[in-house]
């Protein structure tokens, strides 16, 4: 007897049924990173299995034939939660100006900020900045003399309500029968609760943020059969790359999965694989005809160096490397509501989307699985991989979802208990919204602003001083706020003389004159030391910080900012902000 | 499309607009907010509306035009200003209003043929009903 019909024989489905369920356990038991205490473990395993219990009871019913009459909520309901979804994201999104004032969000603010400056005064984007397409939206809203930081943060929360918009478009594109409208409507309010998708816009990540609808759209296109697929997924890879990587791997390994099937039963391509692969190269072209070979290049050049891994880089590079963002366990206890309904998803895929095996809508789970190896393992840009791999849960989470919803409220009570999970849910992402905090407050960037210069002689910063900062954490920041002037920074610029010897003797040792050699390094020049909240909360130089209270050569300009002046008998005395 | 349904769509554009209007005035003077205010559909809405009606007839609800409508003029702004300024590498203000522009005349372009409005049969044929008509 073949396998194929020993699985379709019913000792075989039973068979499946059990290793879904053995592999949906083991996955819920995994999921939850070391740390957490069993007592937690267990009531997160009881969540996992009450689900599958709710949804797995609703197929018994429908296979003995006396299902109970569906009880779902109109449509009037799904619009009114698509509004609050849509509302939310934009006020979630919006929150943090509205508390911390024009610049609350994360490290890469002030690198496109200084993008953005060289772009609108040069007149173009120039050889400087990479990623054209990128930064070409910028110059309608910045000839008209709109700030730099409202251009950017503007278009990047513009880019989160695409974002949803594309989601929920992509959603529609999926054979999921009669419910398709609920369950986009679903996919999107997991989107607007997501709190690792708030990260990724908190972290600032403009190029992969814009990157990302664009590659949503191409995958809906792409399901409704339409040509305009690749232009769309061309431009998204054009825009972020390593964005692209888990869809185009995904693609590969279908056509490759495809040819092997061709090869087996002797048969010719069908007209869908041709039409497959004919995107794949048209994308590819347009790719190349939009960005050149340079990112290929950088991104090769990258992959050989590192040997494909995150950890052969040197320690101080990893992290940047993986791609500064919330590592994978963080991510985990983030998206633990909507994780075991993406498990079911995606073990149980064929009974919530229609889907035949040559179909396109397996592209999805071949992309999942490509997703997931990305993340899994400590790959160039893992945890950036993370964002699009988060889309990925929820859009697998959704149909389930909604099926829970379906089933759950045919019980007693069930609209109640759907109710306070779900304002639990809304009030968990809340709450670590709330408690977000800038990376730079508006005190500190009041501070560093009253370092840029005018060009008058008011200016209290001459015009040969310099700006330091002793972390890399507000490297941005202090270059973009005190005017793009000498700014001293560690490992970046090329205003830092030092190697990172030099600036570990500098933070860590006990040797003051040692710090004042090294200061000397920089001659006759009057510097600004800045040292932020986080910094100051964190002290793990407290050498360096009794060095510059006590020493002579430094005076407190500011709250956070120290002068140090070279000559003892050029002090000036503090002066108060 | 209906006269109140009309109305009712003018009602919420005009609101858009006078909308961004004042977010723009936060920023910039009144010159320039009410162009920017006034640009803003041609950039981030018309082009891409046009391009969804012509490549999907049926098939979408509102919200997907909507959003379809902005991810596309999106794309084709990107694409726009970026050929623009690779080929003249020095884009300006004036290179930017001929670049939306002829984004919007294309993208109506591309709407009128694919309804089959720009044909020679169908224009010989209104052609022939309006000297008719005259007749």
């Known amino acids: 007897m073949g396998l194929v019909s020993a699985i379709q024989s019913g000792t075989g489905q039973r068979a499946l049924k059990a290793a879904s369920f053995l592999i949906y356990l083991t996955a819920i038991v995994l999921v939850l990173p070391g740390f957490i205490s069993w007592v937690h473990r267990l009531i997160f395993i009881g969540y996992g299995l009450f689900i599958l219990w709710v949804i797995r009871d609703k197929s018994a019913n429908n296979k003995s034939g006396d299902a109970d009459p569906e009880i779902i909520p109109g449509k009037n309901f799904w619009t009114a939660l698509l509004i609050f979804s849509l509302l939310y994201l934009f006020l979630g999104r919006l929150y943090m100006f509205i508390r911390y004032g024009a610049s609350p969000l994360g490290y890469d603010t002030g690198f496109y900020w200084q993008y953005f400056r060289l772009i609108i005064i040069n007149g173009n984007i120039g050889t400087a900045v990479g990623s054209h397409l990128t930064y070409s939206s910028w110059f309608p809203l910045g000839f008209l003399g709109l700030p730099a930081l409202t251009v950017i943060h503007l278009l990047h929360v513009f880019h989160q309500l695409l974002t949803a918009g594309a989601l929920y478009f992509l959603l529609r594109s999926l054979p999921l029968r009669k419910y398709s409208f609920p369950i986009s409507v679903l996919g999107v309010f997991l989107f607007a609760l997501s709190i690792n998708q708030f990260m990724a816009f908190w972290w600032m990540f403009y190029k992969q943020l814009l990157a990302i609808p664009f590659l949503l759209l191409a995958m809906g296109l792409f399901f409704r059969r339409s040509i305009i697929a690749i232009p769309v997924a061309g431009l998204a890879a054009a825009i972020h790359l390593s964005s692209a990587i888990p869809l185009g791997l995904a693609l590969i390994i279908f056509i490759t999965i495809q040819l092997l099937i061709c090869v087996a039963k002797r048969h010719l391509p069908e007209k869908e694989f041709i039409y497959l692969i004919l995107a794949g190269l048209l994308g590819s072209i347009l790719f190349i005809a939009l960005k050149g070979t340079a990112d290929i290049h950088y991104y090769l050049t990258l992959f050989l160096k590192y040997k494909g891994l995150a950890t052969n880089a040197r320690s101080w590079e990893i992290e940047q490397i993986r791609g500064l963002f919330i590592p994978f366990t963080t991510f985990r206890l983030n998206a633990l509501f909507y994780l075991p309904f993406a498990l079911i998803g995606i073990l149980q895929l064929r009974r919530f989307i229609e889907t035949r095996l040559t179909e396109r809508t397996l592209l999805i789970p071949i992309t999942f699985a490509a997703s997931l190896i990305l993340v899994s393992f400590p790959f160039i840009h893992q945890t950036r991989s993370l964002i699009f791999f988060d889309l990925l849960l929820i859009i697998l989470a959704a149909a389930p979802i909604f099926h829970f919803i379906k089933n759950f409220r045919r019980e007693r009570h069930g609209t109640v208990l759907l109710g306070l999970l779900c304002f639990g849910f809304v009030a968990f992402t809340s709450r670590v919204i709330w408690n977000h905090e800038p990376q730079l407050y508006a005190a500190e960037a009041a501070e560093l602003r009253v370092l840029e210069r005018q060009g008058t002689a008011e200016d209290l910063r001459k015009i040969d001083d310099y700006v330091m900062v002793v972390s890399s954490l507000y490297t941005p920041w202090a270059y973009a706020f005190t005017g793009f002037g000498p700014t001293i920074v560690p490992g970046w610029l090329t205003w830092d003389k030092w190697d990172l010897k030099m600036w570990e003797e500098f933070w860590f040792k006990a040797n003051n004159d040692r710090r004042l050699q090294l200061l000397q390094m920089y001659g006759d020049h009057v510097i600004y030391i800045f040292i932020g909240e986080h910094q100051l909360k964190q002290v793990n130089t407290p050498r360096l910080k009794e060095f510059i209270e006590t020493d002579p050569h430094f005076t407190r300009f500011s709250p956070h900012i120290w002068k140090y002046t070279p000559h003892l008998q050029d002090t000036d005395s503090p002066t108060n902000l | 499309m209906k006269k109140s349904q009309l109305k009712k769509i003018s009602a919420i554009f005009a609101l858009i607009l006078i909308g961004l209007f004042l977010l723009f005035k936060t920023w910039l003077p009144d010159r320039g907010a009410f162009l920017l205010a006034i640009g803003m559909p041609f950039l981030y809405f018309l082009p891409g509306f046009l391009i969804t009606k012509a490549f999907f007839r049926s098939g979408l609800d509102q919200i997907e035009t909507i959003f ?63 000297l008719y008509k005259h007749d």
Do not use: C, D, W
């Open chain 2, 68 to 130: 379809l409508a902005l991810l596309f003029s999106l794309m084709l702004s990107h694409l726009g200003i970026y050929i623009v300024e690779e080929t003249t590498r020095q884009i300006t203000r004036s290179g930017i209003a001929f670049t939306v522009i002829a984004i919007n005349i294309l993208a109506a372009l591309t709407y009128l043929v694919s309804r089959k409005q720009l044909s020679p049969a169908r224009l010989l044929t209104r052609l022939r009903s309006k």
